[in-house]
């Protein structure tokens, strides 16, 4: 009787190690900087945001940029293959003095947040 118990507890153990396995979730990082970090000159300017999604496995992701400004982008999706980096980068045009950040939300598989790339533009004319 105890030898049936352990088989059917290691069968069970087996199976939700494999089931386990199946619907894991990937760990996914990102980071995010700004170009250029300081500026200043004549508005309206651009500043310039390049990033980095990494994936740990095959899967598909959901992400959207974040502002300081509370602006609302739109998910946007990738595609991992693989354990692998995509590059991802967006813009922010200012026509006046301000000090902020931007930072990549990861919405889907699981909630993950980039560092916020600070940046700050001072205004010396309009254009």
């Known amino acids: ?7 059917v507890l290691m069968i069970a153990l087996c199976m939700f190690a494999i089931v386990g396995s199946v619907y894991a979730v990937p760990r996914v990082t990102a980071t995010l900087t700004a170009y250029p970090v300081s500026y200043t ?3 309206p300017t651009t500043i310039n945001f390049r990033g980095v999604i990494t994936a740990s496995e095959r899967c598909t992701l959901q992400y959207k940029f974040i502002r300081s400004d509370g602006a609302n982008a739109p998910v ?4 991992f293959q693989k ?9 922010w ?3 006046g003095n301000y000090i902020g ?3 990549i939300k990861i919405v889907y598989p699981q909630e993950a947040e980039s560092n916020k790339a600070n940046f ?6 309009a254009k």
């Open 41 to 43: 000159g004549n508005c």
């Open 101 to 103: 950040w931007e930072a």
């Open 93 to 95: 045009t200012l026509s």
């Open 1 to 7: 009787m105890l030898r049936k118990s352990l088989v």
């Open 76 to 79: 946007q999706t990738l595609i």
């Open 120 to 125: 700050k533009v001072i205004c010396e004319s």
């Open 83 to 91: 354990a692998e980096a995509k590059p991802v980068s967006t813009t």
